[in-house]
Every structure is written in structure tokens, then in C-alpha cells.
């Protein structure tokens, strides 16, 4: 058994920050990668960023680029999504997923997923 529990969402003024956490736990669990995902009601889920857990190489989507920042605490099994410059429009449920084998950075696949954390930014 793997868990991926995120933390960190709440309200926010747009132009304002908010730090995401996701801890992973789990028997025998190795991280290799490990990315946010994003849904607003009514849409569908949405790619926000990834990281590789050894080297750190990561990739966003075009709407954060620059504004969000992906890093990971590797002792702790614990991955963290900086968000800065925040828009109404990133208003969403926040998911992690985490990977227990090796997979391409931009593969939309993940073995584990979180339930997410509620990230809302007024206008």
C-alpha cells in the first residue's frame, strides 16, 4: 500500500502564493517521479508539473511556467509545489501522483494518486 496526502491548499488574493505539499508512505514504495495534477468542476484533469526524483529534473505546463515551482525533499518522501503569482483561473483541486517504477518524465501514467487539496484564488 502506497499514500500520497496532500496539504497545504486553502484561499488566496489572486497575485498572492501558496505552498502545496504531498508526503508519500508506504512499504517497500521507491519514488522515481512524482507530478501535480489540477481539476476544476466540470473540467477535466490538467498536467500542472513533474519531477524526476533523482537528478530533480522537472517540467510544467505552459500556464505556470514561471510561476510555479516544483521541488522535493527526498528524506521525507515529500514533494512541494511552490505557487507564486496566482490566478482565479488556478483555482482548482490540487492531486499528487507518484510513480513506484521508472517512467518517461512527460508519461501521463502514475501507479498512486493522492486526493487532492483545494486551492482557491480570488479575484
Known amino acids: 500500500q502506497v499514500q500520497l496526502v496532500e496539504s497545504g491548499g486553502g484561499l488566496v488574493q489572486a497575485g498572492g502564493s501558496l505552498r502545496l505539499s504531498c508526503a508519500a508512505s508506504g512499504r517497500s514504495f521507491r519514488n522515481y517521479r512524482m507530478g501535480w495534477f489540477r481539476q476544476a468542476p466540470g473540467k477535466d484533469r490538467e498536467f500542472v508539473g513533474v519531477?524526476?526524483?533523482?537528478?530533480?529534473?522537472?517540467y510544467y505546463a505552459d500556464s505556470v511556467k514561471g510561476r510555479f515551482t516544483i521541488s522535493r525533499d527526498n528524506a521525507k518522501n515529500t514533494m512541494y509545489l511552490q505557487m507564486n503569482s496566482l490566478k482565479p483561473e488556478d483555482t482548482a483541486v490540487y492531486i499528487c501522483?507518484?510513480?513506484?517504477?521508472?517512467?518517461?518524465?512527460?508519461?501521463?501514467?502514475?501507479?498512486?494518486w493522492g486526493q487532492g487539496t483545494q486551492v482557491t484564488v480570488s479575484s
Open positions: 501522483a507518484a510513480d513506484g517504477v521508472y517512467r518517461a518524465l512527460l508519461q501521463l501514467e502514475y501507479d498512486y
Open positions: 519531477i524526476k526524483w533523482t537528478g530533480g529534473n522537472t
